[in-house]
């Protein structure tokens, strides 16, 4: 039974006399926001009744009052990272600074499912219905928020302005590490698994049902993430048997792409549940999964945060929370039903950076050796496959530093022994492998686009480094033309091509000049060999 809405808003605070500011309607309520510039703002509005822990989600009954959206709502609980130490600055900085790297700033609260919109605040377009772009934040399903994204979304909203192709960006706030996806045969029982995702899908729901409010049309929503948020893009097409239920026409993929995973009941699934049972002393309790959900969220958090994180030697991107197969949001490991084309027909953009591993590599500078490099990938990627069939693996990602990433660059770069052969074999078993996997089954069905980017290739140590191409806005005009449009061409400079199997064009930005195209055929032999492995035995299990 929900509470009053007008109840739950004032016990956030966030429900009083009207302010000043853009006002719009929803339901019987007024939500005002803030104008800055060219765009207007509506943030933090609640989306879900606050959440009971490890249970969905459920969506808000209408709206009613007075609603204060005029600053971003609280962060979902972050997970502690533990940055790692390699004595160069350059590398440092860009942790520390880049949003799905880093713990964010704000008050955390598991009462954090809200959503924000950015819209022109042009009066010409205010009544015209726009095209959406629904941003899914990274942040390898332990960190993140939307409001560190703020000048991402007005930037782009401003600059679509700027191009005669305006449209809202719409964030929005999902629940993370064990609190969104927290694995075992209790949660697999009660059909909890995913919440995370499923919270995603409420608020993309929500989009349709009220973003018209906003100026907005929901028959040209596209899904737009970077790292596991792209991630989330290619796994809400897989949902619902790959129906897309009419929520959204396109899809933007920013170095991610939908990746092996097991059942939620096995590895990491249970053993990390088991983890906290034990460490909480839920353990003792004759239903562990109610003790946990009755702690202090202080003392969950104390546990969940003894965790491995994505900067772990022995996990690195090889993930402790991520999505699972439950039965309920996912029903097989997506990495098949990409092979069976199970998912939804709609046009894309997938791309990648060149040096997509260089910045989880770090976390394993420890490897010096080859003896250490093949224990490394034995134990925390492929502990179920057997040793030997993994022989191929260490010719095709061999120790020379110049076959290594950052890559095209030498022996320059080689932080220890192995780093650029670890870097190697990160990137095109997290990125590169499965976004070319699903670009060649994905153009069988729709409208297809590929990217790749080498720009920032001198930034030290790590080149193109994951997140490059978002920190610079290296495709935000492509995007704009791809919401607006369905297309990415900007027709300015070499004309985009589609991807197809016969011609796997790539939109290429060189590390100087002008885009060019290239073909994705790059290290096919090594990369087919990582696909191959990853379909016998997912490395997230």
């Not at 490099?373 to 120790?399: G, H, I, K």
Request: hydrophobic share 40%; glycine share 10%; with cysteine.
């Amino acid at each position: 039974m929900f509470k009053p809405l007008i109840f739950l808003l004032i016990l956030q605070g966030i429900v009083h006399a009207i302010p000043s500011g853009p006002k719009i309607k929803l339901d019987s309520a007024t939500v005002t926001g803030v104008t800055s510039g060219l765009v207007s703002k509506f943030l933090g509005i609640p989306y879900a009744v606050p959440p009971e822990r490890f249970r969905a989600a459920q969506a808000v009954p209408p709206y009613k009052g007075n609603v204060d959206a005029t600053k971003y709502g609280f962060l979902c609980p972050q997970q502690q990272i533990a940055i790692p130490q390699t004595g160069l600055e350059a590398i440092t900085n860009i942790i520390s600074t880049k949003p799905e790297l880093r713990d964010a700033p704000g008050t955390e609260n598991e009462d954090c499912l809200t959503i924000n919109i950015i819209k022109p605040s042009v009066p010409s377009l205010s009544n015209h219905k726009l095209p959406v772009v629904v941003w899914i934040h990274g942040g390898a399903y332990q960190v993140g928020d939307t409001a560190s994204y703020d000048s991402v979304g007005s930037g782009l909203v401003a600059r679509s302005i700027q191009l005669g192709k305006p449209i809202i960006y719409v964030s929005i706030n999902y629940r993370l590490s064990a609190y969104g996806f927290l694995g075992g045969l209790q949660i697999f029982q009660e059909g909890n698994g995913n919440l995370g995702l499923r919270d995603q899908r409420l608020a993309i729901q929500w989009v349709n049902k009220y973003i018209h409010a906003f100026g907005g049309d929901p028959s040209k929503v596209t899904l737009w993430g970077q790292s596991s948020g792209a991630i989330s893009v290619g796994l809400q097409m897989m949902t619902n048997g790959g129906n897309a239920q009419g929520l959204f026409r396109a899809g933007f993929m920013m170095s991610g792409a939908p990746l092996p995973v097991g059942n939620i009941t096995k590895g990491t699934g249970q053993s990390f549940f088991s983890f906290l049972a034990s460490d909480t002393g839920c353990s003792a309790a004759s239903d562990a999964l109610a003790c946990l959900r009755a702690l202090p969220f202080p003392v969950l958090k104390a546990s969940v945060d003894k965790t491995p994180s994505f900067f772990s030697y022995e996990v690195s991107l090889a993930l402790v929370w991520h999505p699972s197969v439950d039965g309920v949001f996912l029903k097989d490991n997506p990495q098949a039903l990409v092979t069976k084309g199970a998912f939804a027909n709609i046009p894309l953009v997938s791309g990648t950076v060149d040096d997509e591993g260089t910045l989880f590599g770090i976390s394993s500078l420890n490897i010096t050796t080859d003896a250490d490099f093949r224990s490394y990938v034995e134990t925390n990627w492929q502990p179920r496959n057997p040793v030997d069939t993994l022989d191929q693996l260490w010719t095709l990602y061999p120790a020379d530093p110049a076959a290594g990433s950052p890559f095209d660059t030498g022996k320059a770069n080689a932080l220890t022994p192995q780093f650029k052969r670890v870097s190697a074999f990160i990137s095109d078993s997290i990125q590169n492998g499965p976004r070319r996997l699903f670009l060649q089954q994905a153009t069988t069905k729709a409208k297809v686009f590929g990217y790749i980017t080498k720009r920032l290739k001198s930034t030290d140590g790590i080149g193109s480094y994951h997140g490059s191409d978002l920190v610079a806005g290296i495709v935000n005009d492509n995007l704009i033309h791809f919401v607006s449009d369905l297309d990415p061409n900007t027709s300015v400079g070499v004309h985009w091509p589609q991807y197809t199997t016969r011609s796997p064009n790539l939109y290429t930005f060189p590390a100087n000049g002008p885009p060019l195209i290239t073909q994705d055929t790059f290290r096919a032999d090594g990369i087919n060999y990582l696909n191959n492995l990853a379909l016998v035995a997912p490395f997230v299990l």
